[in-house]
């Protein structure tokens, strides 16, 4: 499985919310990885107004700032990063087996959106402007333990209130998300069929070819 992108002259400020709770399987781990660094590495990665920065949050009981809208300047040193990070890929510390989606939502919305960390143009003002802000989120089923899903909701309203970020949810498993989906739903900018994006690995790239227009792509192989 080989992923190839081609995306740039796009202004746009991006952050990725990674759910990698042991909930999902060692397998789709190892593609979800992949097809991050085959992501970073399409992105034409700057702090000039025509190029896009890219932040990385990653979850599962507890939240894990990755790195930041303006940590790095070039798409090779975030690949990079994204290959070196621990994901706990054979699922090996069960501590780690919750599903904090409203902890990284607050973290998304108090740490990655904002003007200290990169966000470049947080009111639309500039001229010419950031295209957009986007958050990205992948994940597989409800907030875990279940009894915060409702905290996952409000602060999901709460991003959307505060900040000018278009929301895109990528439901991991069709399967394993259904009970999530409500929690999906709120959190997903609207209209829903736009943003909430329900598919397996093996059907997400067609899904984020036709639902992410505002990432400029131009072209998209397998």
């Known amino acids: 499985r080989h992923y190839v992108f081609f995306i740039a002259g796009c202004g746009v400020d991006i ?3 990674l759910d990698i709770s042991c909930n999902i399987t060692s397998k789709n781990k190892a ?9 970073a590495n399409a992105l034409d990665i ?6 896009a920065q890219m932040g990385l949050v990653t979850f599962d009981n507890f939240v ?8 790095y300047n070039s798409s090779s040193q975030i690949a990079s990063h994204i290959e070196r990070m621990d994901i706990h890929p054979d699922n090996d ?13 607050i973290s998304a919305k108090t740490l990655q959106l904002t003007s200290d960390q990169g966000i470049r143009d947080p009111m639309g003002i500039e001229n010419p402007p950031i295209k957009q802000e986007v958050l990205i989120i992948t994940t597989d089923g409800v907030t875990l333990p279940k009894y ?3 905290d996952t909701i409000k602060e999901g309203g709460a991003l959307k209130q505060d900040t000018r970020a278009e929301v895109f949810v990528i ?7 259904k009970d999530g989906i ?14 909430l994006i329900k598919n397996d690995f093996d059907t997400l790239l067609p899904s984020l070819e036709k639902n992410l227009g505002c990432f400029c792509v131009n072209e998209i192989t397998i």
């Open 93 to 105: 510390n069960m501590t780690r087996c919750g599903r904090r989606r409203d902890l990284a939502l």
């Open 182 to 195: 409500d929690e999906f739903s709120a959190i997903a900018s609207q209209p829903t069929d736009d943003f």
């Open 46 to 51: 700057g702090p000039s107004p025509e190029k």
């Open 171 to 177: 439901s991991l498993s069709i399967e394993e998300s």
């Open 148 to 150: 915060f899903a409702p």
């Open 31 to 39: 593609i979800m990885l992949e097809f991050m660094v085959d992501f």
């Open 64 to 71: 894990y700032e990755e790195f930041f809208l303006n940590t």
């Open 15 to 17: 952050v990725v919310m």
